[in-house]
């Protein structure tokens, strides 16, 4: 494998690589689009009512390690999209994403999950709060996202009256899943940004507006415990919404995750494995895919 840039993660390519060497040797095509939809902001950002979109997962107690250093827990992954009031705060988590979990404490939802500023934004008279947030799921199937999942999600934010979203992706393929909705919305008038951390994965799709912070995955809001992070994140986004004019723009944060890029080195980086590792690790992948698809089937069959 190639050594590490300065630059952001080749998340395509080390995804490629790390599962190669686990043992799955086709691989993944992500999804690519050569045209993408824009939306203009309809009216002014103080009279347009912002929903927010996320891939974390509300909190269940009886499904296993959750929380702050907590492995991936494919038992707490949710198949559907579901909502919530943004009038209050909820206890979202994201145990079941493959975020960089050797550089991120998963203690601070504010880095995943910023309806609390958004909140304040409402409150100040900078936006319009949707009634209500929506979950997303996070799907390898690109035919289940785009023909089952982003039209319920849009289906909701036309429900809400909302006219932009703001989108927080987590893990390599919620970049994913999240583009494809943002495009989806984006195509039925509603204006978007995408907030991430894997910027080969979104720009290689084609979104209308993208968000990049070149931090571990896990954190495309801010910093943890670093609130003048959060608010520069959401700042810039909601500039994006009224500054951008055609679709593929990108804005990348100023801000750097720490004095050097050194943490880049660990994510699914299939060159520092041992044998040993990897046959670990390939079990943890099979045990995990089969508990997922099981709790997929049967969350589907009751549909």
């Not at 936006?127 to 319920?152: K, V, Y």
């Not at 494809?180 to 195509?187: F, I, P, S």
Request: glycine share 8%; charged share 20%; hydrophobic share 40%.
């Amino acid at each position: 494998m190639r050594g590490v840039a300065t630059g952001p993660i080749p998340y395509m390519e080390r995804t490629r690589d790390y599962y190669a060497a686990l043992g799955y040797h086709s691989p993944y095509a992500w999804a690519h689009y050569d045209d993408t939809p824009f939306q203009r902001l309809r009216q002014p950002l103080a009279r347009t009512r912002i929903t927010l979109v996320t891939t974390a997962a509300p909190y269940q107690p009886d499904k296993g390690p959750q929380g702050a250093g907590a492995p991936y827990n494919a038992a707490a992954k949710f198949y559907t999209v579901y909502s919530g009031n943004t009038a209050r705060d909820h206890d979202l988590r994201i145990a079941h994403v493959a975020i960089d979990r050797d550089n991120t404490s998963m203690e601070d939802s504010g880095t995943w999950f910023p309806l609390p500023l958004l909140r304040r934004h409402a409150l100040t008279g900078r936006l319009l709060l949707a009634q209500r947030f929506h979950g997303f799921p996070t799907n390898r199937s690109q035919r289940h996202t785009l023909g089952i999942d982003a039209p319920e999600l849009l289906a909701r934010c036309v429900a809400d009256g909302a006219g932009a979203a703001l989108l927080v992706a987590n893990c390599p393929v919620c970049h994913q899943s999240l583009a494809l909705a943002a495009r989806h919305l984006e195509t039925h008038g509603i204006s978007t940004v995408l907030l991430g951390c894997a910027r080969d994965i979104v720009e290689h799709c084609g979104v209308p507006r993208f968000l990049f912070s070149d931090f571990p995955l896990g954190n495309a809001a801010g910093r943890p415990h670093d609130l003048p992070s959060q608010e520069t994140t959401l700042d810039l986004a909601l500039t994006m919404l009224v500054s951008a004019n055609a679709a593929r723009s990108t804005v990348q944060s100023p801000l750097r995750w720490g004095a050097d890029d050194a943490w880049k080195l660990d994510y699914a980086n299939a060159g520092r494995l041992t044998a040993d590792e990897i046959g670990h690790l390939h079990a943890k992948h099979e045990a995990a895919r089969l508990t997922a698809r099981g709790l997929r089937a049967a969350v589907l069959q009751s549909d």
